[in-house]
């Protein structure tokens, strides 16, 4: 294990904590039922799992249970938010906002719309990554029936201003939903105080399993109608068919369980990691922070790096450590980060980024060793090309 990369890609993935393995494991064997089973013990003990387990979700962000959804993931539940609403309210209106630097699974959900003949506005960001409130006003309209602005960027980690966002929508009776997939157990979460009307919720980005997630949708003042997009036996209300995911809904629980409990002071130890990258990366010439230096999640970091080819220093990083340059979930496709472009970077920029997602089993040793080997070899890629100069932005 000691000689694998250190792993550094926090924002994609992370690894199931032992503890969320512990609690899921006898839901695989032991304690198998269905949930639905009404009629004996088995199903009755799948069925308590999963109740305690939504109660525990809702808590956490002050919801009730009945507005708990249980999905797939985030792309599931932003897929069931988007098209949900847009189905059930299209008699109201065709019109939705979204913001440039949102997942793809919230923009291509809402380009699909777009190609049935809702209409789309997609908000541009500030050179922080944050969103401008005066433009989310300008651009509601009374045909809009939608807005949906993510609470943690996935790339430079940037918090957008929730509440603000939220009391603006309930002020004009807009539904507000929230792609909170890197959020959920990081920062603090509040449905009333915030005004969300929808939240979509992922388990594997905090140490649960892929695999599972939820959506919450909004029952009262005002109750939120959405036509399900999967049809079958009537499970969550009629929401989402299909048998519940015992084991992986109880891991997923657990998961922001500790999260929560540990968050206080892993946000501070998180913070201080962070600093400590910082101070080793920030000695390099012509290197920038993208996204607001401090309304960002604690475990973010994003640079980009002047004069130096994007590729060859992946490459160079590699065999020390595990980060991604632009978005995992683009990086199949060899195009810029979309969301380093809308802070107004040149594609040089945005192709010699880096994002950092620092996690729970991350220690100061390892960050000292990747923030000097980083160093070096940004140093060694210039020396061998020490003509080549991009234009300085
Ligand atoms: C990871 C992520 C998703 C996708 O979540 P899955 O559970 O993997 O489907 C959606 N939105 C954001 C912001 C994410 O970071």
């Given at each position: 294990m000691s000689n694998r990369p250190i792993y550094l890609d926090c924002h994609a993935t992370t690894p199931v904590d032992e503890r969320v393995l512990a609690a899921m494991l006898p839901y695989f064997t032991e304690h198998f039922g269905n949930s639905s089973s009404l009629n004996h013990l088995y199903g009755w003990e799948a069925e308590a799992a999963v109740k305690q387990a939504r109660e525990l979700l809702a808590t956490t962000i002050h919801a009730t249970p009945e507005e708990v959804i249980f999905t797939s993931g985030a792309t599931e539940a932003n897929n069931l938010a988007i098209k949900g609403v847009a189905e059930a309210y299209c008699q109201k209106g065709r019109h939705i906002i979204t913001v440039q630097t949102e997942h793809s699974a919230v923009l291509d959900p809402c380009r699909y719309l777009q190609s049935l003949g809702f209409e789309l506005t997609l908000l541009p960001v500030q050179s922080d990554g944050l969103i401008d409130l005066t433009q989310l006003e300008q651009a509601l309209r009374p045909d809009t029936i939608l807005v949906s602005v993510m609470a943690a960027n996935n790339e430079i980690g940037v918090l957008q201003p929730l509440a603000e966002i939220g009391t603006i929508c309930r002020d004009r009776r807009v539904l507000f939903h929230t792609d909170a997939a890197q959020a959920i157990g990081k920062i603090p979460l509040d449905v009333e105080a915030m005004k969300i009307d929808l939240l979509s919720m992922t388990a594997h980005k905090v140490y649960g399993p892929k695999g599972i997630g939820a959506l919450y949708a909004r029952r009262r003042q005002p109750k939120v109608q959405l036509a399900p997009q999967l049809h079958g036996g009537g499970h969550e209300r009629g929401m989402r068919s299909g048998t519940l995911y015992t084991p992986q809904i109880v891991?997923?629980?657990?998961?922001?369980?500790?999260?929560?409990?540990?968050?206080?002071?892993?946000?501070?130890?998180?913070?201080?990691?962070?600093?400590?990258?910082?101070?080793?990366?920030?000695?390099?010439?012509?290197?920038?922070?993208?996204?607001?230096?401090?309304?960002?999640?604690?475990?973010?970091?994003?640079?980009?790096?002047?004069?130096?080819?994007?590729?060859?220093?992946?490459?160079?990083?590699?065999?020390?450590?595990?980060?991604?340059?632009?978005?995992?979930?683009?990086?199949?496709?060899?195009?810029?980060?979309?969301?380093?472009?809308?802070?107004?970077?040149?594609?040089?920029?945005?192709?010699?980024?880096?994002?950092?997602?620092?996690?729970?089993?991350?220690?100061?040793?390892?960050?000292?060793?990747?923030?000097?080997?980083?160093?070096?070899?940004?140093?060694?890629?210039?020396?061998?090309?020490?003509?080549?100069?991009?234009?300085?932005?």
């Open positions: 891991g997923f629980a657990k998961a922001v369980e500790i999260a929560l409990a540990e968050q206080p002071e892993e946000t501070v130890r998180l913070t201080q990691l962070r600093q400590q990258l910082w101070q080793h990366l920030s000695q390099v010439d012509g290197i920038h922070l993208n996204g607001h230096p401090t309304q960002r999640l604690p475990n973010n970091l994003n640079i980009s790096v002047e004069a130096i080819d994007g590729a060859a220093l992946l490459l160079g990083l590699q065999p020390v450590m595990a980060v991604s340059s632009g978005s995992a979930c683009s990086s199949t496709t060899i195009a810029p980060s979309h969301v380093l472009i809308a802070l107004g970077h040149s594609e040089q920029l945005a192709y010699a980024s880096l994002r950092f997602g620092i996690g729970r089993y991350n220690t100061a040793d390892e960050i000292d060793k990747v923030g000097q080997y980083i160093v070096a070899t940004i140093a060694s890629l210039r020396w061998q090309i020490p003509s080549r100069r991009y234009q300085t932005v």
